[in-house]
Structures are given as C-alpha cells and as structure tokens.
C-alpha cells in the first residue's frame, strides 16, 4: 500500500511539472497524431505535385522562396557553390590530411594518415555558406558523413560538429562515420521534400531543399482541386494544410519539427550554449511567452517564403506588437511590454544577443527573450 502512494505521488510530481513546460508535445508525439505535420512519411511519390505546380497561382511567394537557407539546405555535391568556389578545401588534426578537391563534375574527399590514404565522391551537401555546410557520401547503399565540414567563418574545413575524434583507430573512422537508416530518413525529412514514402527513403525521387510541400503537405489534390471549373471561389484552402490555423504553442512546435522543440531538445540531451542553434525551444524559454501569444510565433518574425532578415531594425515591428514605444503610456490588454528605458529600436540586437557555438565557429541569436545583463551566466 505504502508503495503504490509513493509510486502515485511520484506520478502526479511529473504530470505538475509536464503541464506546467512551455512546450507541449515532442515532434514524435506529434507525428504519431492524424494529421500533417513535417517529416511525416507520405503515402504515396504520386501525392507531390512539385513546387513548380505552386508557381502558377503563388508566383510571388515561390519566387521569393528560391532564395532562402531552407530552399537550399540540400543539394547534390556536384551542384553545391561552396564547393565549386571553393575548389581546394583543406584541414589537418594531428597526422590526419583532410582534403576535399572539386572539378568540373564532382568533388573528391580524401583523407591520408601520410602512409595510407582514402577518397571517396561526395553525394550529398547539407546547408548553406551562411554558416556551414556538411557532407555525405555513399559506398554501395550506405551512408557514411564525413568527418570534416564547411565552415563560413573559416572559410575552410574543420570537425563536423560534435563529429570530433581526439584519438581514432583507425584512418576509415578519422574519415567518416557510417549513418544509420533512420538518421539518413531524419536528416533527408528536414532537409529535402518528399524523400520518405511509406516509412522508406526514396533518394530517387526526393525534391532537394525544402519546398512548399515540405511545410503544407503533399499538393497533387490540392492542385486538382483548384484547377477544377467546379471549385468554389476563394476555397484556397482546399486539400492542403495551412499552418496559419494552429494555435500559437502548436505554431512553434510546427517549426521545431527540424528547428528543435522544447521537448526534442531536452530529450536529445543538448545543453547550454548549443540549444541557441535550436530557436523554437529557446524563444519558448521566454518570460514573455507565457503559454503562448501569436505575436511570438516563429513566423511572426520570420516569413518562410522569404530571404532571412538580418538587420536588427527589420525586427522592431514585432517588437512593437506586444511593446511601448513611448516612456510614460500604460501597458494594456493589447500592449502589455512596457516601453525600453533606453532605446526606441534594434530592439533585438539587446534582447537577442549573438551567442558564439564553438562547434559551429560562429554565432546564433538566443531566442530566448531577455533583458542582459553584463557578465551573467549563459540563462538555460
């Protein structure tokens, strides 16, 4: 008896402590909902109509969306412009040469220990030169990722992140280290456009880079629908998901599936200055968050079909959404921030400070919503 109170108790400790978290649901337990949501295998190749099918009735915002980090954060090695503008790519830890060499048709990875050397093509590129960007390459169905990436900052190779070896056995895993199955369907889910179909990965028939079916689901019958004379007009949404209808918990969580949500950062394990690469789970840590507000949406800042902003200024608007712009006027219902003491704009570049990610050798902006202060600890 006195064991199953504890044990309840116990329960009931973790159900307070789950329902008071600013996130809700990890993307797993999302995916196992009906409904879309990113990442979620398809049922069928014949479901995608390709965003070029979008282009007819949404040309603005597909001609916009070929510009940003999302559409390009996949491509085949032998297209990827990092490569090809860098053509000799080099790094050296201890008695390891890593050399990545591009031509014409393909780039070659190669690493030697001075004695003994190995190469291979590489098949894939993840990520853009904004900050970074990673390899694959395939030796008969296996996927192996290289043990080096592209770093912006750099300008050169270094450790892939957390992929670093202070003493590895041998020259094949200083080289790479093989992918599992699920892990290649993973990084594919976030990175490409229709690459799992039915629980497999189909490499043959994947769009590269994030594409409108990406984040509203597979549109062949949305296509059909509103190519029919029998459509209603402005029935715009028929057949496809718009993620503009979830609530704003819900909203973030949508983008966490590939940025990172509260619940998969803590599962994952991924502590400290690392969590800023992960912007839904960071901005969710926000006093201002509460358990929830529109005006803090990811897409409240960011528009997804759209060039990253990177100025300050260009944030201040949303700012001004929930704040005060003028010393002395009461927060209301509408305007509950109070005004800035001490400045009326680039509200940002004080509130969301650049942290510097040493593995990634370069800074993410914390989207942890804060007043700073000078020499505190890292807030998690």
């Known amino acids: 008896m006195r064991h199953r109170i504890f044990r309840t108790a116990i329960t009931v400790l973790l159900l307070l402590q789950v329902s008071a978290l600013p996130g809700q649901l990890s993307t797993e337990d999302h995916l196992a909902d009906r409904g879309f949501w990113p990442t979620q295998p398809a049922k ?34 032998a297209t990827a412009e990092v490569l090809k503008s860098h053509p000799h790519l080099h790094f050296v830890a201890k008695q390891y040469q890593y050399a990545i060499d591009t031509g014409q048709d393909a780039s070659r990875y190669t690493v ?21 960007q990673s390899y694959l390459f395939k030796d008969g169905a296996q996927y192996y990722e290289a043990r080096v990436t592209y770093f912006d900052k750099l300008k050169n190779l270094a450790f892939t992140p957390d992929r670093d070896l202070s003493s590895p056995k041998d020259l094949a895993e200083a080289m790479y280290r093989p992918v599992p199955t699920q892990e290649i369907q993973r990084c594919f889910g976030c990175h490409t456009t229709a690459s799992d179909i039915g629980g497999k990965f189909d490499e043959a028939h994947l769009i590269p880079g994030v594409t409108c079916e990406a984040c509203h689901g597979p549109g062949a019958n949305h296509v059909r629908a509103m190519n029919s004379p029998s459509v209603v ?44 690469r992960s912007a839904p789970y960071r901005l969710v840590t926000s006093r201002c968050w509460g358990k929830g507000d529109q005006r803090l949406e990811c897409t409240a800042c960011h528009d997804p079909h759209a060039p990253l902003q990177t100025e300050a200024a260009g944030y201040d608007k949303a700012c001004l959404s929930c704040h005060l712009n003028a010393q002395g006027v009461k927060p209301s219902a509408s305007l509950p921030g109070r005004a800035c003491p001490v400045g009326t704009g680039n509200c940002t570049s004080c509130h969301m400070p650049k942290v510097y990610v040493p593995e990634m050798h370069d800074t993410f902006t914390d989207h942890r919503i804060r007043i700073v202060k000078a020499g505190e600890p890292f807030p998690e």
């Open 233 to 276: 007009p402005n029935a715009n949404d028929v057949a496809i998901f718009n993620s503009a209808r979830l609530n704003p918990v819900e909203a973030v969580e949508f983008c966490g599936a590939c940025h990172g949500s509260w619940w998969d950062v803590k599962l994952a394990g991924v502590k400290g200055v690392s969590t800023t």
């Open 44 to 77: 069928s190749r014949k479901d995608f109509a390709g965003p070029e099918a979008c282009a007819s009735c949404h040309s603005n915002k597909f001609a916009s969306a070929q510009l940003t980090p999302m559409k390009n954060g996949a491509m085949m090695a």
């Open 112 to 132: 030697t220990d001075g004695q003994r050397s190995l190469s291979y093509e590489l098949t894939w590129a993840f990520g853009t030169a904004r900050v970074g």
